[in-house]
């Protein structure tokens, strides 16, 4: 449902990209009121799996990046399957376990790249009845201070002209992502629940992780190198030095909802 990485992004991807809070695993499974099986789409190296997996029976986690899988976090409930995108509709229900067998749908940073109308069906069909849960989820920039925040700032803006198109859900933290599902109280269509997700980062995190982002590599194959020496150094700079590891916040935001009945 989404496109592939590159071995060596899947790796930098796997090794930067931040993992999420507790609460927002907590919150979901409050909201079941059955817990034997999850699936984790777009799951990529399984961060979301995993964090899934504390409250669920089993996890099954798919991704069409045999890249981003080769990298995944093993763990005793989580099955991890590439889903190529020639499998059929049909071929995926009978993989999950056949309709209405669903407690909890995630999607972790990955739904805006989705064909929409059909990921959305799936879930129609595959979400248990009464009581099965979707939910998407992504993350956008963060904060680290008042000096360097600006300086990032303009690092995005060059940035923005080799975006995908559909990476403009993720700038308008999923406001006008279509969510055609019934609003349990934890974020709806045009009204996504809001999260802080702290994380601690050194230098070098900070710079594998801007590598990581796809325009990055999109720009560099347009021989546009986003990230030069004259950039780097002023990251550098002002962050403290290649040895500093600092305190940054993201901004999550959320829509969850029920299959309408």
């Not at 899947?10 to 907590?26: D, F, G, H, M, S």
């Not at 999950?96 to 929409?116: E, Y």
């Not at 879930?123 to 009845?129: A, E, I, N, S, T």
């Not at 300086?151 to 992502?177: A, E, G, H, W």
Request: contains cysteine.
């Amino acid at each position: 449902m989404a496109g592939n990485l590159s071995d060596k992004q899947a790796e930098v991807y796997a090794k930067t990209r931040p993992t999420y809070p507790r609460e927002l695993y907590e919150k979901l499974a409050a909201l079941t009121p059955g817990h034997a099986l999850a699936w984790d789409v777009g799951t990529g190296n399984g961060q979301a799996a995993i964090g899934v997996a504390q409250h669920y029976e089993r996890v099954i986690a798919t991704d069409v990046s045999e890249s981003q899988l080769k990298h995944a976090m093993p763990h005793p409930r989580v099955q991890y399957i590439h889903t190529p995108l020639s499998l059929s509709d049909e071929e995926l229900v009978t993989m999950l376990g056949g309709k209405n067998s669903i407690d909890l749908i995630t999607v972790a940073q990955a739904v805006h790249w989705f064909d929409l109308p059909k990921f959305y069906s799936l879930v129609d069909r595959l979400l248990r009845k009464p009581g099965g849960l979707v939910a998407v989820w992504a993350y956008q920039g963060f904060k680290v201070s008042p000096t360097f925040d600006p300086i990032l700032k303009r690092f995005i803006d060059t940035v923005m002209p080799y975006c995908n198109p559909n990476s403009q859900y993720v700038f308008n933290q999923y406001k006008t992502l279509p969510f055609p599902f019934e609003s349990v109280g934890l974020g709806s269509e045009g009204n996504p629940y809001m999260m802080e997700l702290h994380k601690e980062i050194s230098f070098n995190g900070l710079v594998q992780l801007l590598k990581s982002v796809p325009a990055v590599t999109t720009a560099k194959e347009h021989g546009i190198d986003l990230l030069s020496k004259e950039v780097m150094e002023e990251f550098e700079r002002d962050w403290g030095g290649p040895t500093l590891v600092k305190s940054v916040v993201c901004e999550i935001f959320m829509l969850t909802g029920r299959a309408r009945m």
